[in-house]
């Protein structure tokens, strides 16, 4: 059976495409047909990616197929379009699969009566063809052409609802800040293209480490690593995200918060073992993910939007991720991405439900008390909330304590002491977020809001069933089952330590507890404490700026020197331009005057320029003659 | 080795239109139009056939016809295609097709219009399947004429008038071939001293041995030449302004492919003939380059008439080429191919829209408009495509030319390289803006009353959007085309470098 569906795997992306490129064609006069077309092609594929994943896991240590095509070739450059399937693979593909399945199913409540319904659908079988092809990619030219596809969905959906120029302009913003980090990734590549002869993930991984010129692998490294940087929102090419938010909310879901933007991980996953052979690298990538995990979840405490909170939660654990990645422990990255995967799609889906009941509010001061109106909602939304904080048993719990663990004993005290920072900030500013909005003396959310459909709850329930589960794959009970499958020889897989969890569980408990005094008793007001620190406040507030300065910059760098050059362009180049028009009229006008047909001035032009033709002629033949 | 002259037939049945619509009454539209449709239709069929039929594996010049003409020069009308002459032709009527389209509501002077139409893209045609070189010159100017005429005819007068255009590009186009006549005349003195024989044949001139001081001199008058066609910086003035200045068909023409025909005569030319002077003048081509893409990118950041933005794109993708041929090695070479023909169809869509929207609004400002994709869904998909395969989106053709220049020439010029890498995220900086301000955001009331894209409006969409995607999709139907006909070509002047290695 796995004989034949492995070689056919490639129909996981391609179903999701034909069914987008059908609705754009064809289908979208007919919205629902758009929409159970665009399910049932997800939904095959996760049926696809079952069988395959188990093929790939019934070996221990896990089994690696790789098929490929021709795509573009030449002497010297071979880009195939090809399949591997390794645990790695096998991992995202059930994660993306299972979670867009849902995710569109949510969407059929969430999207109902948009006069975009079905491009809607297009859009998001589209991106989840895409995001497929990029899971499954063997080569770095495949993964690129994928990634940019990836970039263009999440442009098309974040700015679905076009008439708003909020939404236009959060779009243009993401793609552009994309490219600035593909413009370091190809460059990348293609180092990887002179240096090496193939972009093929399986070469590469017998040669790179047998390569020893640093000064060459350094950059290469980090230009690559610019990729993830866009993608998955890393300081300083973060700032796409939180505007990502104008896109719908199942959107930013799946797409900014679940899938793509955890490409940008998965890639340092995938081609670990280039960013393993470069120590350089690996503390970038750290350093990077570790600043930016602290950086976005300072400023998740200071937000009202539910969906900004949620967004500057997804920058900052993907920060987690990344630090993960850099201290050496690809597995614990991946783990944490496989569980944020489930719990932080539960959390988006969750704010959704909240703001589709409010009528599009979304400040969490205009909640309030939503409890009582909205069980389902609430119960599930703060079962997110707990795995994401941490808590055991549930999945964030055993992800995050790997995390913490791995930087602990590769002997990166910093990043641990900031690790465990981040995560008492993650537990405070979410149940800041639930005891304003959920609970609490507002009132607002118990007068306007009603629990939704079954459409949108039972994929809450049943993502609220993964965020419990799904931990237990990498944990002790299950033998640390995924650690087993999904690692590499260059990665650390330290042993776990009950110090770690006790003390990491009792930071997140903590982080819960302060929220709780401050929102729900108000032991402590948090307005005196906003009064006291008003200016840190403000700062953080304003995502420190960085907005700010970057429009500046862009206003001077960017558009001040395309006005000069266009200046430049029309007065300099134009203007040499009709300046030597304007001299051969002139002297058009001037020589006329020679043409004045008196035939002596003829005659006594022509004895002038024979007396020139002779004297030349004399030069010509001296010169010869010496 | 074929007994139907299939090359005649593509070149001549537009001919043959021009003369049918001659004789036409000015009054009969529908038959002039529907005869201009015809001939282009059957131009595009036999390049499509042309493409199927071409022998892969045999490679070298095929559907072969030598008639001799000037025994005293040797001038032959000799006609052939290969690897990369059939892409350059197949865009040719591609565009030649959809132009026809894009004109379809065109109510003045029909007679005349598309008579000149015709003969345009027979011109442009004919420069690129022949293996002549005289003939090969003889089109380059015979296009001039009706580019003139159609410009100060049917063009529009906005920062420049059209006067002003019109001139502008001929002028520069006869500067160019100026030059380009001086280097064929010194070629071809030189090649008779060398061989005893006189010879047009470019395979033939390409077998002999010329001094490199002189392949030097000759190659830079062609490079100015070529170059000042094919807009290489600081050569560019005319390309923005003219364009701007001409019709819609001329502009989807003349960006599309009639430029191409200056870096098709650097490669199938220049390169091939003098390949010494190539290796000595490419780095200067290759510095000129990024005044191209990256000036040129920029100054699309400041500009405001959608025409100017495309028209000044286009002088930065021309870049792209010209990076792609300086570089001098197979996989760039071909990316400079199969860039040219991804910018011409993404250029002509690009134009075609903008001309169908002109038309309806009588304006090209993109900040007279706002929230188009309310009103016109269908343009605003025709705009999308044209725009994101002008940056280079994967799935689309372009992305498959500048992939592949950039690995080619990053093996011979490093810094370079890496500076015109730097034109995808300015380029995706000035399209996307451009795009979102005219076609998303609130609905403007004041455009209600624009129609969408129908019937025949669609066709260059449908047409040259299928050619992006095709293209995009599965490269390799062009690509290994491509690489039979660089390969041949770069074996004969033995510079074989295969990417390049560190």
Known sequence: MYEFILPNAWLIAFLPFLASALIGLFLHRWPNLSAGLSIFSIGMAFLISIPIALAVFAEPGGAVYEFSVRWLSMPGLTVDMGLLLDPLTAVMLIVVTSIATLVQIYSLGYMEGDPGFASYFGYQSLFAASMLGLVMANNFGQMFVFWELVGICSYFLIGFWFGLDSAKNAAI??????????????????????????????????KVPAFTNMAVLVPVAILLFFGPMGKSAQFPLHGWLPDAMEGPTPVSALIH???????????????????????????????????TALFAATIAITQNDIKRILAYSTLSQLGYMMMAMGVGAMTAGMFHLMTHAFFKSLLFLGAGSVIHAMHEEQDIWKMGNLSRKMPITTWTFIIGALALSGIPPLSGFWSKDEILLAAYSSGHMGLYVLGAVVAFMTAFYMFRLIFTAFYGRNTHGEEKAHENSAVITVPLILLALAAILVGFVNSPLMHHVFGELVNSPLGINPHPSLAIMISSSLIAGAGILLAWLIYQKELISHEALRNKFSG???????????????????????????QAMFWFDIHVVNGIVDGIAFLTGKSGHTLRYTEDGQVQSYAMYMVAGVLILVVLAAVAVESAVL | MNEIPVLTIALLVPLLGAAIIMGLPATQDKWIKGTAATSTLVSLILSI?????????????????????????????????????????????LIGFSSIYAS???????????ALLLILIAGVMGTFITTDLFIFFLFYEVVVIPIYLLVIMFGSTKRVSKEYAGMKLTIYLLIGSAFLLAGLIALFIQAQAISGVPSMDMAFLATLEYSTSFQIIVFAFMAFG?????????????????????????????????????GYGLIRIALTILPAGAAVIAPIIAVLALGNIVYAAYICLSQKDLKYIVGYSSVSHM??????????NLISINGAVIMMFAHGVMAALFFAMIGNLYEKSHTRNIEDFGGLAHQMPKLTAGFMIAGLASLGLPGMVNFIGEFTIFVGAFGTYRVITILAISGIVFTALYVLRALGRMLFGPRNEKWDHLQDLKGVEMVPLVVLGLAIFMGGFLPFTLMDLITNGVRDLIAQIGMLQIGGLL
Request: charged letters at 10%.
């Open chain 1, 173 to 206: 913003k993401a793609f552009i800040t994309n490219r600035v980090g593909d413009f370091g990734f190809l460059l990348g590549i293609l180092f990887l293209q002179i240096i090496f002869g193939t972009l093929s993930f399986t070469a590469l991984a017998d």
């Open chain 1, 257 to 291: 918060a679940a899938t793509m933007v955890a490409a940008g991980v998965y890639l340092v996953a995938r081609a670990f073992f280039i960013f393993a052979s470069v120590p350089q690298a690996m503390t970038v990538i750290a350093v990077v993910g570790g600043f």
């Open chain 1, 536 to 562: 840190l406040y403000r700062l953080v507030q304003n995502k420190y700026y960085i907005d700010e300065i970057y429009t500046r910059l862009g206003e001077v760098l960017v558009y001040g020197a395309a």
């Open chain 2, 49 to 93: 056939a042309v493409l199927l039929a071409y022998d892969r594996a045999a490679g070298g010049m095929q559907f072969v016809e030598t008639i001799p003409w000037i025994k005293d020069l040797g001038v032959n009308y000799a006609l052939g295609v290969d690897g990369i002459s059939i892409p350059m032709l197949l865009l040719t009527n």
């Open chain 2, 104 to 114: 379809w509501n065109i109510a003045d002077r029909v007679k005349e219009f598309f």
């Open chain 2, 226 to 262: 070529f170059g000042t066609l094919l807009s290489m910086f600081p050569f560019h003035a005319w390309s923005p302004d003219g364009y701007a200045g001409a019709p819609t068909a001329v502009s989807m023409i003349h960006a599309g492919v009639l430029k191409k025909i200056g």
């Open chain 2, 319 to 328: 870049g792209y080429v010209l990076v792609g041929i300086a570089a001098l």
